[in-house]
């Protein structure tokens, strides 16, 4: 975090709180939606609306899943920037570039440690 100026840290919080209050809503929505969707499975319908609703449900959850793995994330970033954490990559401690922080303000690893857990978590899921 040495070299992320006040400027710069002042502007990544307000794009985490944004990010924050937008997928909040996108939550809320999505929760108001499911319910709207299970009280209209009452008719009858034949076997291709079954399985294009359950389709779509499964896409509906992933989102929903996304979502609030992206929300915990954001979280998690303004925690460390309370905390005075933020900016470290967690796995190597060097400091995440600036231009990273700009397009993925919720960056925990600087990109070569990301790829690195990326590829890692490919070969788990693999197995």
Do not use: W
């Not at 006040?6 to 108001?32: I, N, P």
């Not at 939606?33 to 399985?51: N, Q």
């Not at 929300?71 to 401690?93: F, I, K, P, T």
């Not at 995440?96 to 960056?107: E, F, G, S, T």
């Amino acid at each position: 975090m040495d070299t992320l100026t006040q400027t710069h840290l002042v502007t990544l919080r307000h794009l985490l709180a944004y990010r924050l209050r937008d997928l909040k809503a996108e939550l809320d929505a999505e929760s108001g939606a499911s319910r709207v969707t299970a009280d209209a499975t009452l008719d009858v319908r034949d076997r291709k609306d079954v399985a294009s609703d359950e389709a779509l449900s499964a896409v509906d959850d992933a989102e929903t899943a996304r979502d609030a793995d992206e929300m915990a994330a954001v979280e998690a970033a303004l925690h460390r920037l309370d905390s005075n954490q933020y900016g470290d990559c967690m796995d190597c401690g060097q400091p995440i570039a600036l231009q990273r922080l700009l397009v993925q303000p919720a960056a925990a690893r600087c990109a070569a440690c990301q790829s690195l857990f990326e590829v890692d978590t490919r070969r788990k899921a693999v197995r």
